[in-house]
């Protein structure tokens, strides 16, 4: 799901949307760049990556139709779901200690 479900995730029925789930705004822009459109994955130029996510973002009410979207402005978004991860603290993993991330 690309849209809503803010709020949801404490619920029964959680929805696990961009907006409501997805803690950085990089994985969206290289998601959508290597493996959308679904069809024809890498067909979209990086400019139209950028447009297609601010979009997405936009719907989200997580940027305004104003915000530039570029290199520099993207790993500066704070997604709604960002605090919302804990580190797995399984030795094989790599995370050296719970808390650290
Ligand atoms: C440029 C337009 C598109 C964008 C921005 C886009 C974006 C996304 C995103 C962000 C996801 C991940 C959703 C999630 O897991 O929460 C996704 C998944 C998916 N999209 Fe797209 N999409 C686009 C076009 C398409 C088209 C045209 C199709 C079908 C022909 C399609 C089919 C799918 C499918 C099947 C998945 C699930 C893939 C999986 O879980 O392995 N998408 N899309």
């Not at 995730?9 to 696990?16: F, G, H, I, V, Y």
């Not at 998601?31 to 979009?55: C, E, K």
Request: proline share 9%; glycine share 10%.
């Amino acid at each position: 799901m690309l849209v809503g479900g803010r709020g949801s995730l404490a619920t029964k029925k959680p929805q696990k949307t961009v907006g409501s789930y997805w803690p950085h705004a990089t994985t969206l822009w290289d998601y959508v760049n290597r493996a959308m459109p679904f069809d024809t994955p890498g067909s979209l130029s990086h400019d139209q990556v950028y447009a297609t996510v601010a979009y997405l973002l936009f719907l989200n009410g997580i940027v305004s139709d104003n915000d530039r979207l570029d290199g520099r402005t993207l790993p500066l978004i704070r997604m709604p779901n960002r605090d919302g991860f804990v580190p797995d603290s399984r030795p094989d993993v790599g995370t050296k200690k719970p808390g650290r991330y």
